[in-house]
């Protein structure tokens, strides 16, 4: 198994560009969940996801779209970059409601 | 909202066994769990305990909650340089584990 898979590693955007974060898990988990990390914070949740076709917003959703078309596969977009998106993004999946996430490696985004 | 904290600094010298300590403020917790992150990495879980345990053993780790105090320290026998990183408390309402709220993250240098 992969584990939880997070494309690209890197990457910059100019302000009001628009990008896909890519998220994959190959473990059949139900719950997916995306998570940004900023300096000297600690992780705060954005979206996720209980199953395919069902998504709901964490702590800081603003300025986030998420799809769960497949059990696979939990996409994060950005609509219109800003610089406040600047962050590093991971994604994480649970097999059932209680269990332990598994993270992914993390994006690291800069927004210019 | 919820909200967890932790001192955001411990230094120990390698040999020494480390503590970390965390409060959190939302009652219904069900599950506190431990997070480690080495630098440019993503995040690997510790540990994790029920919040009707008082204590969890894992060979060198120790969990110890104060359910009342709302109160979790990890503490880490005989701390390695390899130990050097960041901590994060996080907890889990009875939502679901994919719903974690984190604290800022305690970075532990160990002197050699």
């Known amino acids: 198994n992969a584990g939880v898979t997070q494309t690209p590693k890197f990457q910059v955007l100019k302000t009001g560009q628009s990008m896909t974060l890519q998220c994959a898990q190959d473990?059949?988990?139900?719950?997916m969940s995306w998570y940004r990390q900023d300096p000297g914070m600690g992780l705060r949740l954005i979206h996720y996801?209980?199953?395919?076709?069902?998504?709901d917003q964490g702590e800081v959703p603003n300025g986030y779209n998420v799809s769960r078309s497949t059990t696979e596969d939990f996409p994060l977009r950005l609509l219109s970059a800003a610089p406040s998106q600047t962050s590093v993004y991971f994604c994480?999946?649970?097999?059932?409601?209680?269990?332990?996430?598994?993270f992914g490696p993390g994006t690291r985004l800069t927004v210019l | 909202g919820e909200d967890v904290e932790q001192s955001l600094f411990l230094s120990v010298r390698e040999g020494d066994s480390s503590v970390i300590n965390c409060t959190y403020t939302?009652?219904?917790?069900?599950?506190l769990y431990w997070y480690k992150q080495e630098p440019g990495a993503g995040l690997q879980l510790l540990t994790y305990?029920?919040?009707?345990?008082d204590m969890k053993q894992d060979q060198r780790l120790t969990v110890l909650l104060n359910k009342k105090d709302k109160h979790l320290s990890l503490r880490i026998a005989d701390t390695q340089t390899g130990d050097s990183a960041i901590y994060f408390c996080?907890?889990?309402?009875?939502?679901?584990?994919?719903?974690?709220?984190f604290g800022k993250g305690t970075k532990l240098s160990v002197i050699p």
């Open positions: 994480a999946s649970t097999l059932r409601r209680t269990d332990t996430q598994y």
């Open positions: 473990m059949n988990h139900e719950y």
């Open positions: 996801s209980v199953g395919a076709g069902i998504t």
């Open positions: 939302d009652s219904s917790s069900t599950y």
């Open positions: 305990i029920f919040s009707n345990m």
């Open positions: 996080a907890e889990s309402s009875g939502a679901g584990s994919y719903q974690l709220t």
